[in-house]
């Protein structure tokens, strides 16, 4: 069954997810706002500085205390991005009240937690403390530094660049190093000040029941706030073909070359509408079972690895690979060779049924974690129909080899990115 949304107040919205299998309550808030240069840093840094202190708790010292007597809860923070949008998450996580010794509401304690981490922070005079935002700058720092050192990760993030220049997908979801060096306890206060204001958020619950009061709580808590210019975030803008594909080269010191090349489709959306996508990405290059898989990392020998993904918001699809300097240009005309056989109808009935046989376990898998549901949910971000993992399992089953091929024909390149 599909999760049901509850609407709590402008621009605020409840999930309760049910859920049997495990022994603890996750709750999470969600908060998205449109990527911009000028908000990401500030906005992807309010989650971890939010999640240390508060005016209850003024040091990590204090809150780690409080989480200790909530039975070990567990507080999480993360940046994300999500279409054209950012994530900002802030989550608790306890054991049911039905562990609790002397009757304890552990529930309504971690609810109160989080509600004082983010409605009443650690502020003074208009600004969150120095000390406290200079610690998670430079965390922040160290994260953007080793995103750079891993040649992987960089080079999927140069590609994204490239396409999505002066729009807001191609905007770090952290900011830039220089951004974040920009920000002071003042700034931080303002985004804190205008995100509760002006973003969509999303409560994800995810337990044996819904805890009484919560939605209610959160109501109260919202209509109190001047709410405006709430973001629509049900759509992103979709990947837009060019007549003649981009190509950039980029030289480095490395002894692996990166092979990176982005693609747009006419399938963008919800799962409803990209299942055909998502098969088709799979088939070309999702598992050992894959075009590329097989035919250019195994038999061909022309690449360390080589895998496809797709960002069904966007209807964009990526191949990343790592190459010998000599065999970019060999490996470019091979992924597109396999991308061709694909379009062609040439692709055998076995890729196709382990395409789809692995991707619905997949989904499957997701009830096995509240961390994995908990994500799910968060990026679905959808006008009507929630779909569940099972639900999106169904979709899949119902892709035809015709939709494949269909689909593919409709996939164009746009970008090649390399670095040598």
């Known amino acids: ?81 999500v279409g054209d949008y950012q994530l900002l998450k802030i989550a608790i996580s306890t054991i049911d009240d039905r ?18 981490l983010i409605f009443e922070p650690k502020v003074q005079d208009g600004a969150f403390c120095e000390e406290d935002v200079e610690r998670e700058k430079r965390k922040a ?106 190509t950039v080269i980029e030289e480095m010191d490395i002894a692996q070359g990166k092979l990176c090349m982005g693609f747009s489709s006419e399938l963008y959306g919800d ?41 069904k918001s966007k209807g964009l699809i990526t191949v990343d690979s790592g190459v010998e300097k000599e065999n970019a240009n060999k490996a470019e005309r091979e992924i597109l060779n396999q991308l061709d056989i694909i379009k062609q109808n040439l692709f055998t009935d076995e890729e196709f049924e382990s395409s789809i046989k692995s991707i619905t376990d997949s989904f499957k898998s997701y009830n096995d974690s509240q961390g994995l549901l908990d994500a799910w949910y968060s990026l679905k971000i959808v006008k009507d129909k929630l779909l569940s993992p099972e639900e999106a399992a169904e979709t899949i089953l119902g892709v035809t080899r015709n939709d494949v091929v269909y689909t593919a024909r409709g996939v164009k390149l746009h970008t090649v990115y390399k670095l040598l």
Not at 23 to 47: C, G, K, Q, W
Not at 107 to 116: K, R, T
Request: proline share 4%; aromatic share 10%.
């Open 99 to 116: 562990f609790a010794l002397d009757n304890e509401s552990l529930c309504d304690n971690a609810i109160e937690l989080l509600s004082q």
């Open 271 to 311: 799962d409803e509408s990209t299942a055909a996508l998502t098969v088709m990405c799979d088939i070309f290059g999702g598992g050992p079972y894959s075009r590329l898989f097989t035919n250019v990392r195994e038999k061909m020998s022309l690449c360390y690895y080589c895998a496809s993904g797709s960002v």
């Open 141 to 246: 720092i160290e994260h953007i530094r080793g995103d750079l050192a891993q040649k992987r990760i960089y080079a999927k993030k140069r590609l994204i660049e490239e396409m999505y220049k002066d729009q807001p997908y191609g905007v770090p979801k952290c900011g830039t190093e220089e951004q974040v060096q920009k920000i002071t306890g003042e700034s931080l206060y303002n985004a804190w000040v205008k995100l509760l204001s002006t973003a969509f958020l999303r409560v994800n619950v995810i337990s044996r029941s819904m805890p009484v009061g919560l939605f209610d709580g959160i109501t109260e808590k919202f209509n109190s706030i001047n709410r405006y210019d709430i973001p629509d975030c049900t759509q992103s803008a979709p990947t837009v073909a060019i007549a003649k594909p981009n």
């Open 1 to 81: 069954m599909s999760a049901k949304i509850t609407q709590l107040s402008n621009g605020v919205e409840g999930v309760f997810i049910k859920n049997d299998r495990f022994n603890t309550t996750l709750i999470s808030f969600n908060f998205y706002v449109p990527m911009s240069r000028d908000t990401a840093a500030e906005y992807a840094l309010l989650p971890f500085v939010m999640t240390t202190c508060s005016k209850e708790y003024p040091d990590f010292s204090r809150l780690n205390f409080k989480l200790a007597k909530l039975y070990g809860a567990n507080l999480s923070a993360s940046a994300e991005k």
